[in-house]
């Protein structure tokens, strides 16, 4: 067993014994309630739902990993169409040139809006040591993404044209196969679930500073044990963090100073990937249900 995944397996241990007492929502006004949520329909159903982001054009870009596409689905649960894939998609960003790219199974696609393939490459030829992808993120001109590595993960940058890729973050410590990543404004934030922190980095992976702690009561810490699980930049600029078994989503600045509780989604047991995504117009918050196969919806009060 090599390293990786033996911290894997302490991550599983560490989630049943140092749980603890689950935070409580009430510790705050919630600004979004929990509504409708979307890929429930017979259309819009997913085989199994593996990741998500919002499109340039407002619709959700959903990965079906057992149907090998993407479903591009509205935020009222009507399927726009499906982006057939040659391998089973793990995560999604947009780009910064109006297409889309798309990572797993140890590949890297850009995709146009009307679902066509322009480039595809392997991890290996992009340089990355690993191939199981985790996270991907755009930045003006730069692509960011994650892969599991040999201790631990490792953060890549290369360009909108998929070329040669530079390694910029090593070692970084995840749970459960889970490591996220959002870029803006020159900078790469870190959900480090397993350290309880997020991490701010310059593009060429300097740390610039660090915030959170475990906790098992208020509203200023992360909860159960390796959050916060996913993060994501809402319309403001303000940063969104997700944890998995205790369904909240909580708002930041960027340098870490908590504003508040955005709301509280049904929770699912375990370690799991809980995307989170604000709809264009911000009033609406989106989080992975890997569990329930779905995606569900905060609407703002």
């Not at 892969?147 to 995840?174: F, H, P, Q």
């Amino acid at each position: 067993m090599n390293k990786a995944n033996r911290w894997s397996v302490v991550c599983v241990v560490l989630c049943i014994v140092m749980i603890g007492p689950a935070v409580q929502a009430g510790d705050s006004t919630p600004a979004y309630k929990e509504a409708a949520p979307i890929g429930v329909s017979p259309a819009t159903k997913a085989r199994s739902v593996s990741n998500f982001c919002v499109g340039h054009d407002g619709d959700l870009w959903v990965c079906d990993k057992g149907g090998q596409c993407v479903k591009i689905i509205t935020t009222t649960d009507e399927l726009r169409s499906e982006v057939r894939l040659p391998f089973a998609p793990e995560a999604v960003c947009r780009s910064n040139s109006g297409t889309m790219l798309v990572v797993g199974s140890g590949q890297m696609a850009r995709v146009t809006a009307s679902g066509r393939i322009e480039k595809q490459v392997a991890a290996r030829d992009l340089g990355a040591d690993g191939t199981e992808f985790t996270s991907i993120t755009a930045d003006g001109g730069d692509v960011f993404f994650t892969c599991r590595g040999n201790t631990g993960y490792d953060v890549y940058r290369t360009d909108g044209r998929l070329g040669a890729a530079a390694k910029i973050i090593t070692g970084l410590r995840g749970c459960c196969g889970q490591m996220d990543i959002t870029a803006r404004d020159g900078a790469v934030f870190v959900a480090e679930n397993a350290r309880k922190r997020v991490t701010k980095y310059d593009r060429n992976g300097k740390a610039l500073f660090s915030w959170g702690s475990n906790a098992t009561s208020g509203l200023d810490g992360f909860g159960s044990c390796c959050n916060p699980m996913n993060i994501c930049f809402d319309k403001d600029g303000n940063l969104c963090t997700s944890e998995a078994r205790l369904g909240r989503v909580k708002r930041y600045t960027p340098d870490g100073k908590l504003l508040g509780l955005v709301g509280t989604v049904q929770s699912n047991p375990g370690c799991v990937r809980v995307q989170v995504e604000h709809s264009k117009d911000g009033s609406k918050v989106f989080v992975l249900d890997t569990v329930g196969n779905r995606i569900q919806v905060l609407e703002k009060l």
